[in-house]
T-cell receptor
Framework: DADVTQTPRNRITKTGKRIMLECSQTKGHDRMYWYRQDPGLGLQLIYYSFDVKDINKGEISDGYSVSRQAQAKFSLSLESAIPNQTALYFC?????????????FGPGTRLTVL | QKEVEQNSGPLSVPEGAIASLNCTYSDRGSQSFFWYRQYSGKSPELIMSIYSNGDKEDGRFTAQLNKASQYVSLLIRDSQPSDSATYLCAVNKGKSNYQLIWGAGTKLIIKP
């Protein structure tokens, strides 16, 4: 089984809809991250969490919210989806104690907002 | 200037040759450097990380770091068609050991 899983893998939604992307991990890592990737651009950090009570905004948090339900689960919500949120979304985890602290990625969710 | 810059490519290399991928970064405080490989539509997977100046070898892959010149490179020896992918360079932001700044990636094509 994959260490980092994401659901759904593909999602098509309409403008204005609320959607949630979910991430689960079995790596036992404390740190979890949400990124988006647009064609031709580098990964951009949306939110990150060091533990259940420690959640932080990344570079592009506007229009997104997150919830860390447990050490192993980190969800990303789009409260009111808009077309420019169409992108590939990745969840990642890291141990936090290693140096360097390597991030491991889930398979991604391809989101299309019409 | 972008914080992490990579030539977008595509870089075309014959099978069996050495592929050389380069990345420059702007933050002199960065201490950790990563190369990830990403196949089309798939997630990034770690190839190598490097922390100290010099070379680090792992199988067919060698990462080279030069902090004075602010560049990191990845060499792939005996390139195989399966190496065809986009290679992403990531650099930690300042002294942070968690926040990464990503390059847009170099697309590598290995021609049989």
């Amino acid at each position: 089984d994959a260490d980092v899983t994401q659901t759904p893998r593909n999602r098509i939604t309409k403008t204005g809809k609320r959607i949630m992307l979910e991430c689960s991990q079995t790596k036992g890592h404390d740190r979890m991250y949400w990124y988006r990737q647009d064609p031709g651009l580098g990964l951009q950090l949306i939110y990150y969490s060091f533990d259940v009570k420690d959640i932080n905004k990344g570079e592009i948090s506007d229009g997104y919210s997150v919830s860390r339900q447990a050490q192993a689960k980190f969800s990303l919500s789009l409260e009111s989806a808009i077309p420019n949120q169409t992108a590939l979304y990745f969840c990642a985890t890291s141990d936090g104690t290693a140096r360097p602290d390597t991030q491991y990625f889930g398979p991604g969710t391809r989101l299309t907002v019409l | 200037q972008k914080e992490v810059e990579q030539n977008s490519g595509p870089l075309s290399v014959p099978e069996g040759a050495i592929a050389s991928l380069n990345c420059t970064y702007s933050d002199r405080g960065s201490q950790s450097f990563f190369w990830y490989r990403q196949y089309s539509g798939k997630s990034p997977e770690l190839i190598m990380s490097i922390y100290s100046n010099g070379d680090k070898e792992d199988g067919r892959f060698t990462a080279q770091l030069n902090k004075a010149s602010q560049y990191v490179s990845l060499l792939i020896r005996d390139s195989q068609p399966s190496d065809s992918a986009t290679y992403l360079c990531a650099v930690n932001k300042g002294k942070s050991n968690y926040q990464l700044i990503w390059g847009a990636g170099t697309k590598l094509i290995i021609k049989p």
